[in-house]
């Protein structure tokens, strides 16, 4: 089982000390927040560590599936950046957000905004397959302002474009899915933390309501060999996270 842990736990720090942390946890991976405060990464830092790594490309001010042209290719111009760096260090995976939408879009063109996000997610899917980088697209959870919440929709899409899925636990269970009813054969990473069904709150394991235990059994019973990504809020919370999954699988 790989396990590896997000550095949105540290991310008012600096990388380092995230690094150094997950390092000395034991944990063999480490999933990199590709925004602000860590835009800049450098490649000679990552090497110091016994780390393998995933890429979180940016979501703070990006969107894809943008209606404003110059936005949405600056937004895609970002995320291609994240996966010249997958290439750069031999990144397992780059996670993706397919896009926002905003309340006058949500009213008018809901349609428009995800042949937007669907154009764009293909042309991501281009460039990191040319590159021998595997992209996937993240569920987003229930907020108004997330596409792409319908995990069936997402898969079906991604099944068409040969693409991959990152599995957000906490996000599947904020919209309602029931732990057998959010795997799909797209799923090739997967983001782990808890939350009670009323908030996407990436508690540490075991201290929300998911069946955090069948929904894993379930994906080890089906051969997934991915990343299990701890994407929890603090430091804390990724050491008990870690003992979680250690004491159960």
Same mark, same amino acid.
């Given at each position: 089982?790989?396990?590896?842990?997000?550095t949105?736990?540290?991310i008012?720090?600096?990388?380092?000390? /995230?690094?150094?942390?997950i390092?000395?946890?034991g944990? %063999?991976?480490? $999933?990199?927040?590709?925004?602000?405060?860590? %835009?800049?990464?450098?490649k &000679?830092?990552? $090497?110091?560590y016994?780390?393998?790594?995933?890429?979180?490309?940016?979501f703070?001010? =990006?969107?894809?599936?943008?209606?404003q &042209?110059?936005?949405?290719?600056? /937004?895609?111009?970002? +995320?291609?950046?994240?996966?010249?760096?997958?290439?750069?260090?031999?990144?397992?995976?780059?996670? =993706?957000?397919?896009?926002?939408? /905003?309340?006058?879009?949500?009213?008018?063109?809901?349609?428009? =905004?995800?042949? *937007?996000?669907?154009?764009?997610?293909? &042309?991501i899917?281009?460039?990191a397959?040319?590159?021998?980088?595997?992209?996937t697209? %993240?569920?987003?959870?229930n907020?108004?302002?997330?596409?792409?919440?319908?995990?069936?929709d997402?898969?079906?899409?991604l099944?068409?474009?040969?693409?991959?899925? *990152?599995?957000?636990?906490?996000?599947?269970?904020?919209?309602?899915?029931s732990?057998?009813?959010? +795997?799909f054969?797209?799923?090739?990473?997967?983001?782990?933390?808890?939350?009670?069904?009323?908030d996407? /709150?990436?508690l540490p394991?075991? $201290?929300?309501?998911?069946?955090?235990?069948?929904?894993?059994?379930?994906?080890?019973?089906k051969?997934?060999?991915?990343?299990?990504?701890? $994407?929890?809020?603090d430091?804390d919370?990724?050491?008990?996270?870690? %003992?979680?999954?250690?004491?159960n699988?």
């Open positions: 089982m790989k396990i590896g842990a997000s949105l736990a540290g008012e720090y600096d990388l380092k000390k /995230s690094l150094e942390f390092e000395d946890l944990i %063999e991976y480490a $999933e990199l927040v590709h925004q602000y405060p860590t %835009e800049l990464i450098d &000679e830092t990552l $090497e110091s016994k780390l393998k790594y995933s890429i979180h490309a940016p703070m001010d =990006v969107n894809i599936a943008s209606l &042209e110059q936005s949405r290719l600056n /937004s895609i111009a970002q +995320i291609k950046n994240s996966i010249d760096l997958a290439n750069e260090i031999n990144a397992e995976a780059v996670v =993706v957000h397919p896009g926002t939408i /905003s309340f006058l879009a949500n009213k008018f063109f809901k349609k428009e =905004v995800y042949e *937007t996000a669907n154009n764009s997610i293909k &042309e899917g281009d460039y397959k040319d590159l021998g980088v595997m992209a697209i %993240e569920n987003m959870p907020f108004e302002s997330m596409i792409y919440q319908n995990m069936e997402l898969n079906n899409l099944e068409e474009n040969e693409m991959y899925m *990152t599995l957000d636990i906490g996000h599947a269970n904020h919209v309602g899915y732990a057998d009813g959010m +795997i054969d797209s799923i090739k990473h997967i983001h782990v933390h808890d939350n009670f069904g009323d996407d /709150s990436h394991l075991d $201290e929300g309501s998911i069946d955090l235990k069948h929904i894993i059994d379930n994906l080890e019973s051969n997934y060999d991915g990343i299990y990504i701890l $994407e929890v809020n430091f919370s990724i050491k008990k996270s870690f %003992e979680y999954m250690k004491k699988f």
